[in-house]
């Protein structure tokens, strides 16, 4: 199982980016797909999160500004980031929980990491 992540870039302060993460391999079931971001200096901290259902969570600082979604057809996750603020510079990472088989258990996957840098 591979998770690729792209649509980063370099932004100015109010602009967006849209993020996508497509998993690919052996793939029976996703459950939980999370953006991770890692600023330099900084811990890796959870951005957003969705559940197969579609249930969504933030936190605080990207809430309002950002949205995450998902197409389980396609096996891809989304970010849409607007507003977008210097703060916002990072690495983002995605991770989803996979399985291969029914009778399997559910293992995290991540990607590369896409780059994103929001200019004052």
């Known amino acids: 199982v591979q998770l690729q992540a792209s649509g980063g870039g370099l932004v100015q302060a109010g602009g967006s980016l849209r993020l996508a993460c497509a998993a690919s391999?052996?793939?029976?079931?996703?459950?939980?797909m999370n953006w991770y971001r890692q600023a330099p200096g900084k811990q890796r901290e959870l951005v957003a999160a969705?559940?197969?259902?579609?249930?969504?969570r933030y936190t605080d600082s990207v809430e309002g500004r950002f949205t995450i979604s998902r197409d389980n057809a396609k096996n891809t996750m989304y970010l849409e980031m607007n507003s977008l603020k210097p703060e916002d510079t990072a690495v983002y990472y995605c991770?989803?929980?996979?399985?291969?088989?029914?009778?399997?258990?559910?293992?995290?996957?991540w990607g590369q990491g896409t780059q994103v840098t929001v200019s004052s």
């Open positions: 969705i559940t197969s259902a579609g249930y969504a």
């Open positions: 391999g052996r793939i029976f079931s996703i459950n939980d």
């Open positions: 991770s989803a929980e996979v399985r291969m088989g029914l009778e399997v258990p559910y293992y995290d996957y």
